[in-house]
């Protein structure tokens, strides 16, 4: 963890859409597309144990990413400056583990209401907040933290 020393940017990275919104924008697409056509999840791969499984592990992904946010007295919210570069916990391993929860619980939805669709849109949400959303956060620590952050890019991937 970095501090920045109080010269931040006021503003953030200038993500107003905030991410869950892009999420749930995609899981309630698959399930009006769901609706007019529908397509069962492949290979049984559906129903409560799995999406069990599967939410079970995205909270624990997001209790330990929040705690680092907290312990580093940074906000979570992309609308808003950071002050602190988080590199441990699960920042040791992804640089977005917040978005890779909101994928799992995209996943954990379609599996759970048994929808191909939702599985299918898993694509356009991380495509969307790839170029929507990470690019300008990736954009603005460049900025706000310079070489610690471009050191820290080279050393963890963008997703795994």
Do not use: C
Not at 56 to 80: C, E, G, M, Y
Not at 96 to 110: C, E, H, I, R, S
Request: proline share 6%.
């Amino acid at each position: 963890m970095t501090e920045n020393n109080g010269t931040h940017d006021r503003h953030g990275p200038n993500v107003r859409v905030h991410p869950p919104i892009i999420y749930a924008i995609s899981i309630l697409s698959g399930i009006g597309l769901n609706n007019l056509w529908p397509l069962p999840m492949p290979f049984g791969l559906h129903g409560r144990l799995y999406g069990g499984i599967i939410i079970v592990i995205a909270s624990l992904i997001a209790a330990w990413a929040l705690l680092h946010f907290h312990r580093n007295d940074t906000d979570v919210r992309p609308d808003k400056p950071d002050s602190a570069l988080i590199t441990s916990g699960p920042y040791r391993f992804t640089r977005n583990p917040l978005y890779m929860v909101l994928t799992l619980a995209q996943l954990t939805a379609a599996v759970w209401l048994d929808n191909l669709w939702i599985l299918l849109l898993v694509i356009a949400s991380v495509t969307v907040i790839t170029r929507y959303a990470i690019t300008r956060e990736e954009l603005y620590l460049e900025q706000l933290f310079g070489q610690e952050y471009l050191k820290y890019k080279q050393r963890v991937r963008r997703w795994f």
